[in-house]
């Protein structure tokens, strides 16, 4: 207890996450058994990481009005642990196993079309999904009063299926951890497939699942129907019609040769002590790779608008851990420190105050944290960074679909600029680029986009590798404030706190 009270703390040792058992839930009756259709939206994410969320509970308990003879009876069969641990664990599966009869698709397991071109399908075999139980030394009060600030130990916490190579074909498409801390609290770690699901989706799907836990009809039924998606004639017209992102604007490439040309005329005397010609290659370098029409160029490869480009866009994206490794390698996830930081609404208004009117309260949080970052990150003259925010796209497409929909639909919009720009001008000019291009996409079609992924073998990492955005330090936006992640009630009140495990790029 009190090394995880100094762990806690800030010191000592870490407190220990012990497995005690993992089993399979299998849905609570058959479901149907044909293979389920996979959009382009769904498939383009066959190389990223599982989305990995747990939630906190402070006191969970079954309600008595929930109990039932399989529930009593299961207590007995479990072994150790507190009976009312037991009791909530039993529950909990199934629970989940009666939500799985509306949400099956969860039970199948990745798999390609042995016809060319070999399309993602999801064999619903009725395999089921994984659910494991855990313990860990400490109680979650500690946490509570820490305000749920992010701990190493809580990776532990959360599944991490392997989806690289093979793995892509046999993992569970969702796992599910439930951890009881020593006072009776609960933490439930939650790992679901990126193909499967958008964050949208996992949301409506977990506040499904408390809806069953606590014994009612489910209020909002899943639309998984993803042929609404399909693309029947995929057009290389249509494809070419779609950017990965807009680049640097006229201005900005103006600004970075500026930039480039300041670094290039140093005096003389900051010179000493290192030889001329080694300083010579360094800023002929630093020069030709911050260089305006090289970064056009580079920009335009990755546009898909050329017969040049899309030969090499037209890559064999067949799943391949080389893309995985490649991306692992740009970002070490074991170099990424997570914090949690509260922003007030008083704290909010002032920053809307400083921008200006007319911007929401999410282009300005972007615009503030992507200064702070860029301040923090000391880019050098000519470096530029990006910052890339996550669209719905449920509502936009020629035939919306409800929010209900159960599967993948959304596009990004990314803003590219100069790293120096984002930490000197006023934060309204920084948030007015960003309300800018996420106006812009908004107003867009995501219709060419599909065009291109299915023209593409619906793989987005050879041209994420070719990119310069890969070598960039900018700022990715995950999840969103306005999904039910604290709507997620299984009968014993709302999550004391939601959080995400560390996220690798992949």
């Known amino acids: 207890m009190s090394a995880a009270r100094s762990a806690v703390d800030g010191g000592g040792t870490e407190p220990r996450v012990k497995l005690l058992s993992r089993e399979t839930v ?22 990223i990481h599982y989305n990995r969320r747990f939630l906190f509970y402070s006191r969970p308990c079954v309600p008595a009005s929930l109990m039932t003879d399989k529930t009593v009876s299961a207590e007995d069969r479990c072994s150790g642990g507190d009976s009312q641990a037991s009791r909530l664990l039993q529950h909990l599966k199934r629970s989940l196993s009666l939500c799985l009869v509306e949400y099956f ?64 074909f046999s993992s569970p498409l969702l796992t599910i951890q439930a951890t009881i801390f020593e006072d009776g609290g609960l933490s439930l770690g939650v790992a679901a497939s990126h193909v499967v699901v958008d964050g949208l989706s996992l949301w409506n799907f977990m506040a499904s699942w408390g809806e069953c836990s606590r014994g009612l009809q489910l209020s909002h039924a899943p639309v998984l129907d993803r042929k609404r998606l399909a693309v029947a004639t995929p057009s290389i017209e249509k494809a070419n019609q779609w950017r990965f992102c807009s680049g640097l604007n006229k201005q900005d490439q103006v600004d970075v040769q500026a930039e480039i040309n ?43 608008g050329t017969e040049k480009d899309r030969d090499a866009n037209e890559l064999d994206c067949s799943h391949s851990t ?109 948030t007015s680029r960003i309300h800018a291009q996420l106006l812009a996409d908004k107003c867009g079609s995501i219709e060419p986009f599909m065009h291109w992924l299915e023209t593409h073998d619906n793989c987005l990492t050879p041209l994420w590798l070719s990119s310069p955005m890969v070598h960039y330090n900018g700022v990715n936006v995950a999840s969103s404030p306005w999904f039910p992640a604290y709507e997620v009630d299984f009968g014993w009140d709302k999550p004391a706190a939601v959080r995400a495990a560390k996220v690798s790029w992949i």
Not at 126 to 131: I, S, T
Not at 287 to 297: I, N, R
Not at 404 to 427: D, M
């Open 26 to 47: 299998l849905p609570a009756s058959p479901t149907p058994g044909d293979p389920f259709f996979l959009s382009c939206l769904d498939i383009m994410w066959q190389d």
């Open 105 to 168: 698709c969860w039970c199948g397991r990745l798999a390609r079309a042995a016809d060319p071109p070999h399309r993602f399908y999801i064999d619903c075999n009725d395999a089921g999904v994984e659910f494991t139980e855990a313990t860990v030394d400490m109680p979650l009060s500690l946490l509570a009063r820490d305000g749920f600030q992010m701990k190493p130990f809580f990776t532990d916490l959360c599944p991490a299926p392997d989806h690289r190579g093979s793995c892509l």
């Open 262 to 304: 300041r670094k290039v005329e140093l005096p003389t005397e900051k010179c000493e002590g290192k030889d001329r010609s080694d300083l010579s290659s360094s800023i002929t370098m630093e020069k030709k790779e911050a260089d305006p029409s090289s970064l056009e160029e580079r920009e335009q490869h990755v546009d898909g």
């Open 322 to 430: 080389s893309h995985v490794q490649h991306l692992t390698d740009i970002k070490p996830v074991n170099d990424l420190v997570q914090c949690v930081l509260v922003m007030s609404d008083s704290a909010i208004r002032r920053l809307k105050i400083e921008a200006g009117e007319g911007y929401t309260s999410l282009e300005v949080l972007c615009a503030h944290f992507w200064q702070r970052i860029s301040i923090a990150k000391k880019a050098g003259p000519g470096e530029c960074t990006y910052l890339l925010v996550p669209i719905n796209y449920r509502d936009r497409i020629k035939q919306p679909l409800p929010a209900t929909y159960f599967g993948n639909v959304i596009g990004y919009s990314v803003v590219v600029t100069i790293a120096s720009k984002i930490r000197e001008q006023p934060l309204g000019a920084t």
